[in-house]
């Protein structure tokens, strides 16, 4: 019996010097969420995309639209950030911009405003009802607004951003003030399998 115990013990130390330790993210963990698991669009070139086409990959989802006057170019910029900052790696990572606004962003529109900040950044559309069903998915808020200026409405929405590892698993939100080295070092976590 005491053979038993010290072989059990000296098993179990064996392990736990093997195991990997947790990961700090540097954004907020929401590993193991129930949500973000389906995505089911069209991209800027009229293919139908899902989730399951960029496995192997890590994800970074950002709902938005192209005559959003402040945050949508912000993020998109700093995402344009990271991927330079992660350099090789980047190669490994991709962008959607997921519009909240089906009626004026098309493909065109959507090709046009995300390769103006990356040339790999995909723009993802659907009808109202599917552009509903992906907000709904991912736990998106977004409302129009009457204005009296030129655009005739604005959309409010939630400004964070999601990224998914590369087993297409949700593991991370990232707030809209996160800082590039943040989300880099995060992204760098996650494609090294953490």
Known sequence: MLRRTILLAL?????????????????????????????NLTDHHGKPRTLADFQGKAVVIFFGYTTCPDVCPTALAKFA??????D???????????????????????AAYVSWFHPSFIGLYGDTAATAAAAREFKVFYARKETSGGLAYVLDHTAGAYILDPAGRIRL?????????AIASDLHDLLGGR
Do not use: H, M, W
């Open 11 to 39: 098993l179990l130390s064996l392990l736990a010097c093997n195991a990997k330790p947790p990961v700090a993210f540097q954004n907020t963990d929401i590993t193991g969420a129930d949500f973000g698991r389906a995505l």
């Open 81 to 86: 950030g990271v991927l330079k900052q992660l």
């Open 88 to 110: 090789q790696e980047a190669a490994r990572v991709q962008v959607l911009f997921v519009t909240i606004d089906p009626a004026r962003d098309n493909e065109a529109q959507l």
């Open 173 to 181: 939100y990232v707030k809209d003030d996160a800082p590039i080295a």
